[in-house]
């Protein structure tokens, strides 16, 4: 006697337990690891936007004033690397006490990265998340606003400048 709300409670369980899991996954999984035999390449933003890192992928994500995002994919030496190198790709924009804009993605018409259309992002304090799935591994990552709201730091001679010595110069 297996009722419709009973395999939906089920399902629903299901679901949580699954999250839970990915959560768990993220928290315990260890960071990127080195590769001493293996040459890498330059961590630069190619793009103009934030660069990071996941074992030997680098990803790129662009935040256009408009409120276009972009992310880009590159292996461990830098090459480009298809849009299609990852899945289940999503993004959402958290704008601190309201409630979050889930980004429609779509490929490039070019394939080369994953494209898509928010409101235009100002605050600070808003944080933008990517999630996807790289080879068979998840992945989440918050990145603050103020990352591309504030101008990059400089360096000088192998020194860090900092926005504010900058503009003082």
Not at 45 to 70: C, I, K, S, W
Not at 99 to 108: D, K, P, R, T
Not at 150 to 157: D, G, I, R
């Amino acid at each position: 006697m297996n009722s419709a709300a009973t395999r939906a409670a089920e399902r629903k369980g299901d679901s949580a337990l699954a999250l839970i899991l990915l959560l768990l996954l993220l928290l315990t999984a260890p960071g990127g690891e080195a590769h001493e035999d293996e040459e890498h390449g330059a961590s630069d933003a190619r793009h103009g936007g934030y660069v990071m890192m996941h074992n030997d992928l680098h990803f790129e994500l662009v935040l256009t004033p408009g409120g276009e995002l972009q992310l880009y994919y590159s292996d461990a030496r830098r090459a480009e690397l298809p849009a299609i190198v990852v899945s289940d790709v999503a993004i959402e924009v958290d704008r601190n006490g309201e409630a979050a804009e889930f980004v429609a993605l779509q490929i490039s018409p070019g394939g080369d990265f994953w494209l898509g259309q928010a409101q235009p992002v100002t605050r600070p304090d808003t944080i933008i998340r990517i999630g996807f799935v790289f080879q068979g591994d998840p992945l989440l990552v918050e990145v603050p606003a103020s990352a591309f709201l504030q101008p990059p730091p400089v360096m000088s001679a192998g020194l860090y400048l900092s926005p504010e010595r900058v503009s003082r110069c």
